[in-house]
C-alpha cells in the first residue's frame, strides 16, 4: 500500500500511514530519500500500536542519522546500497543490517542459498542441509576488495561530497524568490550529502533545463517514476488515497551531478544552471 510522501523532504509523510494500515499489513518501509532520514518516531508509535515491523530502504542514508542515532539502526532491518550512484559503491551490491536477533539465522540461510551452512561453520550442526528458500547473495572477493576500501575512505567521501553539496546550496538557494525549491533538512536529521535536486515550478521549465544542460554536456537527470504509476505497481501495488505530491514533485525535480572530486566541474555546473535559470525564469 503506497502513501504520498512530505513536500518538504520528499519522505514518507507519517501523518498517512495509519490509514493505509490493513489486516495485511506486516510492515512499514521508508524510504530515506536523498539521504534525509524518514519521521521515524512517528512511525515507530505506529508500528507498535499495530504489532508491525519498520524495514528501512536506507539505500541512499550511509552515514546520515535521525536525533543522533545512525539511519539503519532505527527499524528491524535496513537495507543500503552500493551501487555505482552511492556514496559508497562496489558497482553493485549491498548490505542487510539486522536489529532484530531473532531475523539473524534466517537472514544467515536466505544468504548462504536457502542452507544453514553458517550453523556448520559455527559447530551447531555436523553437516549442512537446504532448509529454506535462499540464493547466492555473497560478493566475490575484488568486488569485496573494493568495498572494504571505499569503507575505509568513507568520511573523506562524505566530507568531499559535503563541499560540493554545500557549494550548491550556497548558489541556488538564492533562487527560492523566483520558484526554486531545493534540499530540505530538518534540524534533527544530519543528512549525508548523497544527491542534491532542484524542484522547478513547472513540468515543462524542467524539461527545458534538462535539455539545455545536456546540450552543455551535463548530465540533470530527474529522478524515479512514482512505483504506483509504474507498470509493476500499477499491476501488483495500490495506493491509500491520492498521491498528489508525490505526482507533482516527481514531474518538477531534477538533479545535479555530484561525485566525488568534482573540481572546477562543481563551478561550471554552477554557472550553467543558474544561466539556464535565469533565462527559463
Not at 59 to 68: D, E, M, N, V
Not at 82 to 111: M, Q, V, W, Y
Not at 203 to 213: D, F, G, T, V
Amino acid at each position: 500500500m503506497f502513501v504520498d510522501i512530505r513536500p518538504d523532504t520528499l519522505n514518507i509523510d507519517e501523518a498517512l500511514v495509519e490509514a493505509a494500515v490493513t489486516p495485511r499489513t506486516r510492515a512499514i518501509m521508508p524510504v530515506h530519500y536523498a539521504g534525509v532520514p524518514a519521521e521515524m518516531d512517528a512511525l515507530d508509535v505506529v508500528a507498535r500500536r499495530h504489532g508491525l515491523s519498520v524495514i528501512e530502504d536506507a539505500a541512499q542514508a550511509l552515514g546520515s542519522t535521525y536525533r543522533g542515532r545512525n539511519a539503519g539502526a532505527l527499524g528491524s532491518l535496513a537495507a543500503f546500497s552500493f551501487h555505482e550512484t552511492k556514496n559508497i559503491i562496489s558497482g553493485e551490491g549491498g548490505c542487510l543490517a539486522i536489529n532484530d536477533p531473532s531475523l539473524i539465522e534466517r537472514a544467515e540461510i536466505i544468504r548462504e542459498k536457502g542452507t544453514n551452512r553458517k550453523r556448520f561453520f559455527r559447530g551447531e550442526v555436523d553437516k549442512y542441509t537446504w532448509v529454506d528458500i535462499g540464493s547466492s547473495f555473497l560478493p566475490g572477493e575484488l568486488i569485496a576488495s573494493f568495498l572494504y576500501g571505499q569503507l575505509e575512505a568513507a568520511e573523506a567521501i562524505r566530507a568531499d561530497r559535503r563541499r560540493s553539496w554545500d557549494a550548491y546550496d550556497l548558489a541556488f538557494r538564492s533562487w527560492h524568490n523566483r520558484g526554486v525549491r531545493t534540499p530540505a533538512v530538518p534540524a534533527h536529521c544530519e543528512d549525508n550529502a548523497h544527491l542534491y535536486y532542484l524542484v522547478l515550478p513547472s513540468a515543462e521549465q524542467r524539461a527545458a533545463l534538462i535539455a539545455a544542460c545536456k546540450a552543455d554536456g551535463i548530465m540533470t537527470p530527474f529522478h524515479y517514476v512514482p512505483l504506483h504509476d509504474s507498470p509493476a505497481g500499477r499491476r501488483l501495488g495500490r495506493a491509500c488515497g491520492e498521491l498528489a505530491v508525490t505526482e507533482d514533485l516527481a514531474a518538477r525535480l531534477v538533479r545535479l551531478p555530484l561525485f566525488p572530486c568534482m573540481g572546477d566541474a562543481l563551478s561550471r555546473v554552477i554557472e550553467r544552471v543558474e544561466t539556464h535559470l535565469d533565462r527559463l525564469l
